[in-house]
């Protein structure tokens, strides 16, 4: 008997000592870290592919996939390769968006969750409770304020006091000869991520020396209005009964600013139109579009395309690697970006990979510069904007860099 009972001890012992070597190495397969093998870091991302205003984020998929392309050709990080599970489609929708982050954590297990390029995110609040990285372009108030949301432009949606970002209004102002005595009136939906933008934008403008004549977010966000006529004549006489020098979209959406643009170039505006989301190619392939965006002012947060930046040519090389002949887009850099930096903090974090080993990381005086997108200095971007930006200007039916990529410092947000 005392036999058997050793016999059933030490089988214990032995069972026993496999657990604790599977939570000592987290790396193993099995291992205590979700999305982790000694071979393998595992990330899914959340997009907005499809929505009824036709928006749509799902070129960030391919940017990410061709920056994690060149990683595992070079032998991956401390040894692992990135396995890209894709990205899940919010359809512009919270509730979906919580869903899918919820899904990749718990059923899929991801260690990190990028993309997250969803204008109405709503996974947010389960990532932080769950300790999980992201990363994406942050444009939403959801991410500001967060310990594991890693925007690659910081935080546009910063509280009042906090850095609030400049570069827009001060390429502006270089671009046009000067701030002083030029106006500047704009226009937002009744989006909240577009009103805050139209809030931390128009204080741009204004820091760089322009006078604001009009802050405007009555535009419904769910589509175009059948009428621009209203929203027209405001901006048409918003500089005491004159249009102003520049007018400045924060829409997300093709649709809203070839309406916006067409109507204004129909009722005499000869000013500047500039907004954050025309830098797109699709813009080209509709003479219709093309005509009606034609000299719009775009603001990318990263470099420009068209650049001659090794950065952007490698970009450039990724993709074409992957994804031959894939135009480039705005949301497709967002994507490549992202996971540039996610590449980065890993890398930083160590062979012994964990979650919190990242947030330590990017939560501790954690800085990064790269000439493609500029720089992230975390954890104050958590609460306010990288501070950097380019200009690209649509001429003759095809896009032109207005003014490279530059950063400036932010002021505090009133």
Sequence with gaps: MLRRELG??????????????????PGTAGGAVPGVTETAIKVGGVLTKTSASGYSTKDAEIGARARFERANAAGGVHGRKIEFTGAEDDGQ?????????????????????????????????????????????????????????????????????????????????????????????????????????????????????????????????????????????????????????????????TKFNVGLYTALKKAGYKGVLSDATSYDVAILKDPATAAAMEGVVAAPMFEPFESSAPEISQLRADVERVAPGTPLTQHLAIGYWSADIFLDMITKAGKDLTRQKVLDVGNGSYTYENAGFGRVRYPGDHNEPNGCGALVKLEGGAFQVARNLKCFDNVPLK
């Design 8 to 25: 059933i001890m030490a089988a214990v012992l032995v069972a026993l000592a496999g657990c604790a070597a599977q939570q000592k190495a």
């Design 93 to 253: 929708d919270a509730a979906k968006g919580d869903a899918a982050a919820k899904k990749l954590v718990q059923k899929d297990r991801v260690f990190a969750v990028l993309p997250v390029h969803a204008p109405n995110f709503g996974g947010a609040a389960f990532l932080e409770q769950q300790g999980v990285p992201w990363y994406g372009w942050a444009t939403g108030p959801q991410w500001c304020g967060t310990r594991t949301g890693f925007g690659y432009n910081g935080c546009l949606a910063p509280k009042p006091g906090s850095g609030s970002q400049t570069w827009w209004g001060r390429q502006m102002a270089d671009l046009v000869g000067g701030a002083q005595g030029k106006t500047v009136y704009v226009q937002t939906s009744d989006s909240s991520g577009s009103k805050y933008g139209g809030t931390t934008i128009s204080q741009s403008f204004a820091a760089a020396g322009f006078t604001l004549v009009g802050l405007n977010s009555a535009l419904p966000a769910a589509a175009p209005p059948p009428d621009w006529l209203p929203y027209v004549n405001k901006i048409m006489t918003s500089d005491g009964g004159r249009a102003p020098d520049i007018v400045v979209s924060i829409i997300a959406g």
